[in-house]
């Protein structure tokens, strides 16, 4: 085989094998951005016409321990937009998403509620790694411990990280599968606003 023929197979094997991975950084990249749900009622119209309770979905209760272990409901929290993200210390996208979380609650953390919820099994994460893990980073957001997987399995939580969005009544306005960024996470809270 001749040495141009050589350089000619080498550039074309080069050239299937980016296409290769083009194709397939597509295909995946797809698969990793958050799928995001959005659920807006619509504002009642002038004129008498308004929108019912029973078209939107009221976000169901649950009982979680916040960081002292104090029993702690969902529903005590309604009056403010509720940020509930469902998380774990092992999970890496649920990791990448926390500072932006962080950063958003240090501007907002008055008007908005933060719910980090941990999935604690007791097993692959427990209450002592999730306090570790938000105390080494440095995280200033409430914490609080989904220790009886009440909260997951009411919500249907398959995939983490996940985040609901709550407007202040109370009712689920949207939510995101997979991490998010800063800019979707402020989205989210503008909508909980009603913005």
Not at 3 to 9: E, G, H
Not at 104 to 122: A, K
């Amino acid at each position: 085989m001749t040495k141009i023929m050589k350089t000619v197979l080498w550039i074309a094997g080069f050239v299937i094998l980016m296409a290769t991975a083009v194709f397939a950084y597509n295909a995946l990249s797809d698969q990793v951005k958050p799928n995001i749900v959005i659920e807006l009622t619509p504002e009642p119209e002038q004129g008498g016409n308004t929108t019912e309770d029973t078209d939107r979905e009221k976000a169901p209760d649950f009982t979680m321990l916040d960081i002292n272990g104090n029993t702690v409901k969902l529903s005590d929290m309604v009056g403010k937009p509720i940020v509930l993200n469902f998380w774990a210390s092992w999970c890496p996208p649920c990791k990448a998403e926390m500072p932006d979380f962080e950063k958003v609650f240090g501007e907002l953390g008055d008007e908005v509620q933060f719910i980090m919820l941990n999935l604690t099994d007791g097993q692959r994460e427990t209450i002592e790694n999730g306090k570790a893990f938000i105390g080494d980073a440095g995280y200033t957001f409430p914490i609080f411990f989904d220790s009886m997987q009440e909260g997951a399995y009411i919500y249907g939580i398959r995939s983490i990280p996940t985040t609901i969005f709550i407007d202040k009544d109370g009712y689920i306005i949207a939510s995101a599968q997979g991490a998010i960024d800063e800019a979707t996470l402020r989205r989210g809270i503008e909508l909980a606003w009603g913005e």
